[in-house]
């Protein structure tokens, strides 16, 4: 099992990597777009590793994988 979509919003990695196709791998600009990221924000490293990897369904993350792959980033606003 593993996480395919933002919960909060209800969007898809399926429909969130569509949208990149377009804006690029932004997440401010992809959470702008999708609204990912502007609940709980839970879901910004599986959409940040599913930009990297190409995959849609993440496998869940330990707190150091999310922790790496949100080092420097900056967290869109709420």
Excluded: W
């Excluded at 401010?28 to 609940?39: M, R």
């Excluded at 924000?41 to 599913?50: A, R, S």
């Excluded at 330990?62 to 420097?72: C, D, F, P, R, T």
């Amino acid at each position: 099992m593993g996480v395919n979509r933002c919960i909060c919003r209800n969007v898809p990695f399926t429909q969130i990597a569509l949208v990149a196709r377009e804006v690029g791998n932004d997440l401010a600009k992809l959470s702008e777009k999708t609204g990912c990221g502007t609940g709980c924000g839970m879901c910004l490293p599986y959409v940040k590793h599913m930009l990297r990897t190409g995959r849609t369904t993440v496998p869940v993350l330990s707190h150091h994988e999310i922790a790496e792959l949100m080092k420097g980033e900056q967290v869109p606003p709420k």
